[in-house]
């Protein structure tokens, strides 16, 4: 294949492309906003399920590096009611169909696997806009341009690339999350740590929630979720000397080691406002250009699928092209063939989820959910 391939993002799904076509011997560079791989905390644990994301390390080559960083006992999942009585334990069976592991270290062990020169980082796309026969020009922040003729948006949410290809735009979907820590949990936290067992903690009622996961070293990461419009969120966080009070009161009267979990935090509250493309997003096939990940198939996170969804595309992406190396279109029409259905299927599953998670009869929709008596369709 003579045509590099540039990639946009060096998130999973972008970094799993690179990587799948490296093994292949094809030249890729990546473009990746972010300075240094230490610019941001990555975000919280990831279920990295059998069905994909685990298939997309295994065509990365990296299942052993994979299942070094497995957090042991993360499978487990508790229920709660808001006054802490438990509804649900399910210990982690050791099975490893949906092992966790931190999201930084699934991205330490894929840049790793590069050769360091394929990421260009401190690279930011403020422009690009097509040439003819396939070919684009992408403009950087810091002045330098580049053209190539195989362009792949990996750049998530707010893609730069999705406009060469789509008018669609990410809406609310009514819920956000808060963010926040505690830590050193079984000293210090005892209460909220038992609460949340080894692994993955859900209390939820109609319109809101405390949701949690154990980490490695007793760190306990809390996501609240509120249904409230944006506007609101932003105000209450926009006073951090009284923001946590205020989050706090949405779950008056709820057991004190589940609020703990909220007034305890050792970081400052950051909202994570959850937005979603429509469901069944698609584009006609334009030449020289595609996406993957949440620059295609932006979805809530209510089944657990993003990440994975991204790998499994790079790594799809990567075997398409392999297959295909001259002709590029051939390939990028036998990826989004499979792509479009695939994203479709889990976005409407996730949102579904949303609507039983924090419906009208919670917890009773996500017990359902949990145990297999509301089937997924």
Do not use: C
Request: hydrophobic share 40%.
């Amino acid at each position: 294949m003579t045509t590099p391939v540039t990639i946009i993002g060096a998130g999973l799904g972008g970094l799993t492309l690179a990587r799948v076509l490296h093994l292949h011997g094809i030249v890729a560079t990546v473009y990746e906003a972010e300075s240094s791989t230490d610019t941001r905390t990555q975000g919280g644990q990831l279920d990295i399920h059998e069905y994909n994301g685990q298939l997309a390390l295994e065509a990365a080559g990296l299942t052993d590096e994979f299942r070094a960083i497995i957090h042991e006992g993360g499978e487990a999942v508790r229920v709660l009611d808001q006054h802490g009585a438990v509804l649900l334990d399910q210990p982690d069976d050791g099975t490893g169909g949906r092992p966790e592991v931190l999201r930084g270290d699934l991205r330490r062990i894929l840049i790793n696997s590069l050769p360091g020169e394929m990421i260009q980082w401190g690279h930011k796309v403020t422009g690009v806009r097509a040439l003819g026969d396939g070919r684009h020009e992408l403009t950087f922040a810091d002045g330098p341009t580049a053209t190539t003729g195989l362009l792949v948006g990996a750049d998530g949410a707010w893609s730069m690339i999705r406009p060469l290809l789509s008018d669609a735009k990410p809406e609310y979907v009514g819920t956000s999350f808060i963010e926040t820590y505690l830590y050193d949990a079984d000293q210090r936290h005892p209460a909220a740590a038992k609460a949340t067992g080894d692994g993955s903690l859900f209390a939820v009622t109609a319109g809101k929630g405390i949701l949690g996961h154990r980490e490695a070293g007793a760190v306990l990461h809390t996501y609240v979720a509120l249904k409230k419009p944006q506007d609101w969120i932003a105000a209450v966080l926009a006073s951090p000397e009284t923001a946590v009070a205020q989050v706090a009161a949405e779950f008056t009267g709820w057991a004190p080691e589940l609020t703990a979990l909220i007034t305890d935090g050792e970081t400052t509250l950051v909202p994570r406002p959850i937005s979603a493309l429509p469901i069944g997003h698609r584009w006609d096939r334009v030449p020289g250009v595609t996406l993957l990940g949440d620059a295609a198939h932006l979805m809530s996170p209510f089944a657990g699928e993003g990440a994975n969804l991204a790998m499994l595309d790079g790594a799809e992406l990567g075997k398409a092209i392999a297959a295909h190396p001259d002709d590029i279109e051939a390939a990028l029409a036998e990826y989004e063939q499979a792509l479009f259905p695939r994203s479709a299927r889990f976005a409407a599953e996730s949102d579904k989820n949303h609507q039983l998670i924090f419906g009208d009869n919670a917890p009773t929709g996500l017990l359902n959910l949990l145990t297999g008596q509301e089937p997924i369709e």
